[in-house]
Protein backbone atom coordinates (compact mmCIF):
# COMPACT_ATOMS: atom_id res chain seq x y z
CA UNK A 1 0.00 0.00 0.00
CA UNK A 2 2.80 2.62 0.80
CA UNK A 3 4.60 1.28 -2.64
CA UNK A 4 1.10 2.70 -4.24
CA UNK A 5 1.43 6.43 -2.69
CA UNK A 6 5.07 6.88 -2.98
CA UNK A 7 4.42 6.03 -7.41
CA UNK A 8 2.95 9.22 -7.66
CA UNK A 9 4.74 11.37 -5.47
CA UNK A 10 8.10 10.62 -7.68
CA UNK A 11 6.53 12.68 -10.61
CA UNK A 12 5.51 15.57 -7.93
CA UNK A 13 8.86 17.37 -8.20
CA UNK A 14 9.09 16.71 -12.07
CA UNK A 15 6.13 18.51 -12.54
CA UNK A 16 6.79 21.35 -10.44
CA UNK A 17 10.10 22.03 -12.71
CA UNK A 18 7.48 21.78 -15.39
CA UNK A 19 5.41 24.32 -13.89
CA UNK A 20 7.75 26.53 -12.98
CA UNK A 21 9.60 26.43 -16.37
CA UNK A 22 6.22 27.08 -17.65
CA UNK A 23 5.38 30.23 -15.18
CA UNK A 24 8.94 31.29 -16.32
CA UNK A 25 7.52 31.30 -20.09
CA UNK A 26 4.37 33.16 -19.25
CA UNK A 27 6.56 35.65 -17.07
CA UNK A 28 8.71 35.91 -20.68
CA UNK A 29 6.13 36.21 -22.60
CA UNK A 30 3.84 39.13 -20.73
CA UNK A 31 6.93 40.76 -20.71
CA UNK A 32 7.38 40.66 -24.22
CA UNK A 33 3.57 41.65 -24.97
CA UNK A 34 3.93 44.75 -22.26
CA UNK A 35 6.57 45.60 -24.18
CA UNK A 36 5.13 45.34 -28.02
CA UNK A 37 1.55 47.50 -26.13
CA UNK A 38 4.09 49.91 -25.06
CA UNK A 39 5.82 50.51 -28.50
CA UNK A 40 2.16 50.54 -30.43
CA UNK A 41 1.13 53.15 -27.91
CA UNK A 42 4.30 55.13 -28.81
CA UNK A 43 3.78 54.84 -32.32
CA UNK A 44 0.27 56.02 -32.06
CA UNK A 45 1.53 59.37 -30.21
CA UNK A 46 4.22 60.03 -32.76
CA UNK A 47 1.27 58.98 -35.88
CA UNK A 48 0.48 62.59 -36.97
CA UNK A 49 -3.43 62.19 -36.45
CA UNK A 50 -5.27 62.01 -40.17
CA UNK A 51 -7.04 64.99 -41.67
CA UNK A 52 -9.76 65.01 -43.94
CA UNK A 53 -8.65 67.22 -47.03
CA UNK A 54 -11.13 68.26 -49.29
CA UNK A 55 -10.66 69.00 -52.78
CA UNK A 56 -10.30 73.00 -53.30
CA UNK A 57 -10.24 74.40 -56.80
CA UNK A 58 -7.66 76.96 -57.85
CA UNK A 59 -4.26 76.98 -59.31
CA UNK A 60 -1.23 77.97 -57.82
CA UNK A 61 -0.84 81.18 -59.56
CA UNK A 62 -4.70 82.36 -58.06
CA UNK A 63 -3.46 81.22 -54.38
CA UNK A 64 -0.78 82.92 -54.98
CA UNK A 65 -2.38 86.15 -56.25
CA UNK A 66 -5.27 85.94 -53.66
CA UNK A 67 -2.18 85.94 -51.19
CA UNK A 68 -1.06 89.24 -51.88
CA UNK A 69 -4.02 91.05 -52.25
CA UNK A 70 -4.05 89.79 -48.92
CA UNK A 71 -0.95 91.19 -47.55
CA UNK A 72 -1.49 94.01 -49.72
CA UNK A 73 -4.16 94.72 -47.79
CA UNK A 74 -2.62 94.39 -44.28
CA UNK A 75 -0.01 97.22 -44.90
CA UNK A 76 -2.21 99.03 -46.28
CA UNK A 77 -4.17 98.94 -42.70
CA UNK A 78 -0.86 99.26 -41.22
CA UNK A 79 -0.08 101.89 -42.85
CA UNK A 80 -3.22 103.68 -42.01
CA UNK A 81 -2.92 102.86 -38.19
CA UNK A 82 0.55 104.29 -38.54
CA UNK A 83 -0.87 107.71 -40.09
CA UNK A 84 -3.72 107.86 -37.69
CA UNK A 85 -1.34 107.72 -34.45
CA UNK A 86 0.71 110.31 -36.15
CA UNK A 87 3.57 108.12 -36.81
Known sequence: MLDGLSAPQSSLPADLENLKKHEA????????????????????ADHPKLINLKSVSGSDIEDARIMEEADQIYLRAIEAINNFLGQ
Open 25 to 44: ELISLLAQTCEAITAKKQEI
